[in-house]
Nanobody
Framework: VQLQASGGGLVQAGGSLRLSCAASGRTFTGYIMAWFRQAPGRAREFVSA????????SYADTVKGRFGISRDNAENTVYLQMNSLKPEDTAVYYC?????????????????WGQGTQVTVSS
């Protein structure tokens, strides 16, 4: 099972980025896909999650209204559209996956992780 995150980069405050996470190695039917992030010196934190159907999404309060999560099950890929970026969004962003239908925010609930992609927002 492999998750490959991409799309990070350097952007000015107020800009946008779209992250992608491609899954391979098995089918992710019925799996929740999620994004977490970790800033320097801080714990990894939940950002967003999406159900298998795509009909149910959840967001951390800090990104609600600015970020949008979506998925393409035919491509086994999940996306995170990040708009109105702020310097405090600077972090390494990780995608994660778990079986089931509960949008847990705790990192220990997700057995599958990608390698992370760096997002840097300059002021």
């Amino acid at each position: 099972v492999q998750l490959q995150a991409s799309g990070g980069g350097l952007v000015q405050a107020g800009g946008s980025l779209r992250l992608s996470c491609a899954a391979s190695g098995r089918t992710f039917t019925g799996y929740i896909m999620a994004w977490f992030r970790q800033a320097p010196g801080r714990a990894r934190e939940f950002v967003s999650a999406i159900s298998w159907s795509g009909r149910r999404t959840s967001y951390a309060d800090t990104v609600k209204g600015r970020f949008g999560i979506s998925r393409d099950n035919a491509e086994n890929t999940v996306y995170l559209q990040m708009n109105s970026l702020k310097p405090e969004d600077t972090a390494v962003y990780y995608c994660a996956a778990r079986e089931g239908n509960i949008h847990y925010t705790a990192i220990d609930k997700y057995p599958y992780w990608g390698q992370g992609t760096q997002v840097t927002v300059s002021s």
